[in-house]
Structures are given as structure tokens and as C-alpha cells.
């Protein structure tokens, strides 16, 4: 079974970077993606980014312009480079792989962004 851990979460001001990776212990023969979801209390998980293993991604509208996700096939790890972070965005970043049986998450890495 696959098995995704993050990594990179912090605390930064606004206005700061960060990094956050995710590095996958293998390829589910079913998997077209690797993505990027963020929570926080009360509210349901979103999708931040998504990049397909053709390299095609895509972002929510509230990260275009700041966030570029990338990924390293080889090495089926997955980037999601975060700059002029915003309190806003401060939320629990999950790691995803969706399949054709099941959904694969990561524990997940905490992002803080200060004011």
C-alpha cells in the first residue's frame, strides 16, 4: 500500500515562503494525480493544487499567482512551493493520491502564517 508523508509545514509572517513536500513510497497503478489539500477547524479540506503525472495542474483560485505545485516522478514526491502567504492560508496541508479504490492522504503538515 502506498504511503504519503509531508513535509515543510512551520510558522512564517505574512508575506513569507515555505515549501511543503510529499514524498510517496511508491505509485498506485491507478493514480493519475498527486495533490495538495488544506483544512482547518470546522471547515471541510479543499484542494490547493493538483498536478497529474502528465504534469498538468491546477489551482484554487485562492492560490494562483502565490503557490506552484511541482512534482518529481522518479521520485514520486510532490512540491508545493507557498509564497506571500497570508493568515488565510495558514491550515493543516494534506498530501493526496486519488485511485480508483481508494483515497490516499498523508498525516498532514501544519502551516501557520502570522500577522
Known amino acids: 500500500q502506498v504511503h504519503l508523508e509531508e513535509s515543510g509545514g512551520g510558522l512564517v509572517q505574512a508575506g513569507g515562503s515555505l515549501r511543503l513536500s510529499c514524498v510517496a513510497n511508491?505509485?498506485?497503478?491507478?493514480?493519475?494525480?498527486m495533490d495538495w489539500y488544506r483544512q482547518t477547524p470546522g471547515r471541510e479540506r479543499e484542494l490547493v493544487a493538483r498536478i497529474t503525472y502528465g504534469g498538468r495542474t491546477t489551482y484554487a483560485d485562492s492560490v494562483k499567482g502565490r503557490f506552484t505545485i511541482s512534482m518529481d516522478n522518479a521520485k514520486n514526491t510532490v512540491h508545493l512551493q507557498m509564497g506571500s502567504l497570508k493568515p488565510e492560508d495558514t491550515a493543516r496541508y494534506f498530501c493526496?493520491?486519488?485511485?480508483?479504490?481508494?483515497?490516499?492522504w498523508g498525516q498532514g503538515t501544519l502551516v501557520t502564517v502570522s500577522s
Open positions: 493526496h493520491v486519488p485511485t480508483a479504490y481508494l483515497e490516499i
Open positions: 511508491g505509485r498506485a497503478p491507478t493514480a493519475t494525480s
